[in-house]
């Protein structure tokens, strides 16, 4: 099996509130997005594609690539306007670092560049679940009670807890999965919102997408009290 990170950090970290993208902020005495990039570095991945927006490629490549020693990245890309397209041009970059190898025998792990406590153990866990399933997402079962709420502000339902997960990332996939939900996806003109790569798979695919375990300190930076809680896991 040939296995390739994609590490997103193409996006504008709105909710963040901060001058420059979150995945740039300094947690602890490293950018957030580095420590992303080490996890992967320090596992048995073969190769990384890193994913950043168009005027932060070069930034990228010296501040945080070469002068951290992450040697596994391969190609570092320009991403889109959504999530979903800056994996996608993640996603070709990869398949042309496995250009020799057969798709299913290549493993796509998608992690977002704003989750810096990612572990061994998750990495661990979605590979094992991914070789076994071809499509796998980390995970934690929810522990509040979730209720749908109507616009007005009105509860409407509480779905049993006991079917409820977090989802995370990495998230992985064989790449013959993943390029096919991709290739389905953008011939949809209708398709809604869409936050993860699960979903793409759970929508345009046949196969069911396994949840593996992840860990409630794997969380996204996404707001500013974020990075405090970061800081303490790490
Ligand atoms: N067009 C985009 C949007 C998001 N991401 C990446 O996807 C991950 C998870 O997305 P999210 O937390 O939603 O990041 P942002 O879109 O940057 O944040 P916000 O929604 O607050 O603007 C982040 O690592 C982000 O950099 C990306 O690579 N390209
Ligand atoms: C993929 C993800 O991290 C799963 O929780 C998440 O969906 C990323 O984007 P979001 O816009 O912050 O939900």
Redesign the pocket.
Known sequence: MKKIAV??????????NSDI???YLMLKDRPV?YYALKAFQDSDIDSIVL???ENDLEMCRTQIVEKYGINKVMAIVA?????????YNALKAAQELAIDTAPEEVLIYIH????PCISREIIKNCEEAALQYGACTAAVPVKDTIKVVSPEGFAVDTPDRNTLWQIQ?PQVFRSDIISSAYAKMYADTDRGTI?DDAMLVERYTDVPVKMAMGAYTNI????PEDMGIAAQYL
Not at 7 to 16: E, F, H, N, Q, T
């Open positions: 590490v997103l950090a193409g996006g504008r970290g709105s909710r963040m993208p979150k995945q997005l994913a950043a927006g991403g889109g306007a959504q999530r979903y397209d800056t994996v977002d560049g704003a989750r990332t936050t996204k930076i996404t707001t």
